[in-house]
């Protein structure tokens, strides 16, 4: 499976727990299964590029790297006012470069979007109401307990012909016919 899919098989791994390893070897781990999978190309066998990285992948690879090392610097900063200052002015700096730099494109959300699903967003967007759909089934409901006795109650009472009483049943189905 390591050959085909990249992906080690517990066979490997049970291997590994033998021996005391607490961490997979770094050539068992292939590149297309990890975060950075996206910042390289990937071959196949014979060398030809299978995945190449976007320039939206790449520019988001940059932009989390960036921020990556201003965190970095901030941590190695701490609370020291020398170094706090120092990371001040280089960013003052870097803002006034950045500030004679001419933008020839202005970056919007919808650029982002658009770049990320590879098509562009159209102008009208129609989308009509569903038709309307019909249930399936008869509509009848199991009536409980209570409600039947109620219905039952409400039932006007006639004379049953076989035992010649005012109820509820007739002379087909009176209690008191024989069952023959």
């Known amino acids: 499976m390591f050959d085909s899919e990249g992906i080690p098989c517990r066979h490997i791994l049970f291997v590994l727990k033998g021996r005391g390893f607490s961490e997979i070897p770094s050539h068992y781990i292939v590149n297309r299964w990890t975060k950075l999978a996206t910042s390289r190309p990937v071959f196949d066998c014979d060398g030809n590029v299978l995945e190449a990285c976007s320039k939206f992948e790449s520019e988001r690879t940059l932009v989390s790297k ?7 610097c901030m941590h ?5 006012k020398e170094k706090l200052l120092l990371i001040y002015n280089e960013g003052c700096s870097i803002e006034q470069k950045m500030s004679k730099m001419k933008s020839d494109v202005v970056s919007r959300p919808l650029d982002e979007v658009e770049a990320l ?6 102008e009208k967007i129609e989308v009509l109401p569903p038709k309307p759909s019909h249930t399936k089934g008869s509509g009848k409901r199991i009536k409980g307990g209570k409600e039947k006795a109620m219905e ?9 012909q076989t035992c010649k009483k005012y109820a509820t049943h007739d002379s087909r189905n009176c209690p008191t016919k024989s069952s023959s």
């Not at 960036?66 to 970095?72: D, G, I, S």
């Open 117 to 122: 699903i590879g098509v562009n967003v159209p």
């Open 66 to 72: 960036a921020w990556a090392q201003l965190f970095k």
């Open 152 to 160: 039952h109650a409400q039932r006007s009472l006639r004379q049953c």
């Open 76 to 80: 190695m900063a701490g609370t020291n």
